[in-house]
């Protein structure tokens, strides 16, 4: 599925930020290096620039100058008998071949000697120029994230402006009779519209630019003007109306608007009723007097999911299988969920038929990494969520989990 997926996602627009700007943004170029590094042969100790096996047999030196980082040795090669006090960030000079560090050598004005029992090799304490990159090298590929790190190489390498992917626009829409803004007082039965802002602060993390549509009521009118908005976008994320209830009609309004459906529902806890499809990027609101309009659709598509609308299945469901193909729209070359292993801290009961991604915190210890359930009420309980730093993963078959067991956690 995944295999498909990448495949066929494709980011298309590229446009160029400030280096200040790029965090987190996805090279769209490959960044070269535009000169050796080091550029020279830098020094990594402050001490004498000298030969090795000179200062090793035991010879005074006589010390001929002194040399700082952001110096040039302006006078001749080190001549044997000669050394070049040196500091960390200079460039050794022709004729040294290493750099004995200042704790390891006696220095008596102009003369140097070696401490009793040092021995020196060539090529010490400094790193040879172009040892790290080679001018023209590939020092970050197309498809790399900007992190920290990467804003240092790029700096290193004189970037002020990056050519990035275009960040993919998101449409997410909540849908739900019950549903009411954050602006508004919710009466006694209703709620307040979490997964919006959840989805939103989800798709800027993985990369994405979000929109908030209005919230679909659960009626087809409502539904298929929203969808029909939503399919416009680079990606369309819906949330509630995927279930078997009667006022559930995400699946029947996508099918209308010309749907290819990848997959309806996946056999896991929170998440079941997950469905993934394209659909026609048409804007065109479907209408029953019209029901040909998108057959043999031959126009773009729009990727989309239908989430679950409780809110901890509605993140779930984000890092499994929308963050991956969001990942990819972002042109990143790294798209799959993060997962690392852990040790139960307590024995955890099974849910038989479907792997479980519960709600847990993980401990890092000096024996290893723990991680541990945190109580909760089920996949509406967004507080013992926020509790929570990651899921741990229970696979389906297993009656009982024992502490000590090695299990894998998505994280978030
Ligand atoms: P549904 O998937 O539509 O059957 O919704 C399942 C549960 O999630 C119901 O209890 C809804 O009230 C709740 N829910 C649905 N959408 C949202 C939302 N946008 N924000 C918070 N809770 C929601
Ligand atoms: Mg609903």
Not at 37 to 52: C, E, I, K, N, W
Not at 142 to 147: A, D, E, M, S, T
Not at 330 to 351: I, N
Request: with cysteine; aromatic share 6%; glycine share 10%.
């Amino acid at each position: 599925m995944l295999q498909h997926t990448r495949t066929a996602v494709a980011p298309v627009e590229h446009e160029s930020v400030a280096l200040r700007d790029a965090n987190g943004r996805v090279l769209a170029r490959p960044i070269l290096a535009d000169r050796d590094q080091p550029p020279f042969d830098r020094s990594t100790r402050d001490g004498y620039a000298v030969l090795a096996a000179e200062l090793t047999s035991g010879a005074a030196l006589r010390v001929i100058g002194t040399l700082r980082a952001g110096e040039e040795w302006g006078g001749p090669a080190i001549q044997s008998g000669e050394a070049l006090e040196i500091m960390t960030g200079a460039p050794v000079p022709a004729g040294a071949d290493c750099v004995a560090m200042l704790e390891h050598v006696v220095r008596d004005r102009d003369s140097l000697s070696a401490q009793p029992d040092r021995t020196w090799k060539t090529g010490e304490n400094f790193v040879p120029r172009g040892a790290e990159s080679h001018a023209g090298d590939v020092v970050l590929p197309r498809g790399r994230v900007i992190g920290p790190a990467e804003v240092a190489v790029a700096a290193t390498s004189g970037c002020a402006e990056l050519h990035v992917f275009a960040k993919p626009k998101v449409a997410i829409i909540a849908t739900g009779d019950e549903l009411v803004g954050i602006d508004q007082q919710p009466k006694a039965w209703q709620i307040r519209n979490s997964n919006s802002w959840s989805l939103a602060a989800l798709v800027n993390a993985a990369g994405g630019s979000p929109g908030r549509l209005a919230i679909a009521r659960d009626n087809l009118d409502d539904l298929r003007e929203r969808v029909a908005q939503g399919a416009m976008w680079d990606l369309l994320v819906l949330s509630g109306g995927v279930s078997m209830g009667k006022h559930d009609l995400v699946e029947q309004v996508l099918s209308e608007c010309g749907a290819e459906f990848f997959f309806t529902g996946v056999w896991i806890q929170p998440g079941k009723p997950v469905v993934f499809g394209r659909i026609p990027k048409s804007g065109i609101v479907y209408h029953p007097s019209r029901p040909q309009e998108h057959a043999n659709w031959q126009g773009e598509w729009t990727y989309f999911f239908g989430l679950p609308g409780n809110p901890v299945s509605t993140e779930v469901c984000f890092h499994l299988f929308v963050a991956p193909l969001l990942r990819a729209l972002v042109g990143r070359a790294d798209v799959s969920p993060s997962f690392v292993e852990a040790r139960l801290a307590e024995d955890v009961k099974g849910a038989g038929g479907r792997t479980r991604f519960l709600p847990a915190q993980l401990t890092s210890a000096w024996d290893g990494v723990s991680v541990k359930l945190v109580p909760w009420q089920g996949s509406g309980d967004v507080a013992a969520n926020a509790r929570a730093g990651c899921f741990c993963v229970l696979p389906a078959g297993v009656e009982t989990f024992r502490a000590g067991d090695t299990v894998r956690v998505l994280l978030r």
